[in-house]
C-alpha cells in the first residue's frame, strides 16, 4: 500500500502564504488521481483540490478557488498545494489522498470521480494573528 506524508503546515497570519507538500512512497504517475482535503475542529472532512493523471485536469472547492493551486512537485512522488490569501476559516488538517487504481492507458478520468483510498496523517495549517 501506497505510503503518503504532508508537510509544510504551520502558524501563519491571514493574508499570507503556506505551501504544502505530499509525498508518496511510490510514483503518483502510477494512480488515477490526487486530492487534497481539510477537517477543521468539528467540521466534516472537505475536498478542496483534486488533479487528475491522464490530463492534469484539476478541481477546485468554491471555497479556495483562486487563492490554492495544486502541482506536481519537484519530485515525481510529489504534490504541491501553495495556499494564498489564508483566512482564518482555512484553519484545518490537510490531507493527500491517492485514488489508488492503476491510470488508464487511454481516455480522460476526471478526479471529481476518484475513490480515495489512500491517505496520509495530515499536517496543521493554523491561520490566526
Known amino acids: 500500500q501506497v505510503q503518503l506524508v504532508e508537510s509544510g503546515g504551520g502558524l501563519v497570519q491571514p493574508g499570507g502564504s503556506l505551501r504544502l507538500s505530499c509525498a508518496a512512497s511510490s510514483l503518483l504517475s502510477d494512480y488515477r488521481a490526487i486530492a487534497w482535503f481539510r477537517q477543521a475542529a468539528g467540521k466534516e472532512r472537505e475536498a478542496i483540490s483534486c488533479i487528475s493523471n491522464t490530463d492534469d485536469g484539476t478541481y477546485y472547492a468554491a471555497s479556495v478557488v483562486g487563492r490554492f493551486t495544486i502541482s506536481r512537485g519537484n519530485a515525481d512522488n510529489t504534490i504541491d498545494l501553495q495556499m494564498d490569501s489564508l483566512k482564518s476559516e482555512d484553519t484545518a488538517v490537510y490531507h493527500c489522498?491517492?485514488?489508488?487504481?492503476?491510470?488508464?492507458?487511454?481516455?480522460?478520468?476526471?478526479?471529481?470521480?476518484?475513490?480515495?483510498?489512500?491517505w496520509g496523517q495530515g499536517t496543521q495549517v493554523t491561520v490566526a494573528s
Open positions: 489522498a491517492i485514488d489508488t487504481r492503476r491510470r488508464p492507458s487511454s481516455g480522460t478520468f476526471p478526479c471529481r470521480d476518484a475513490r480515495y483510498d489512500a
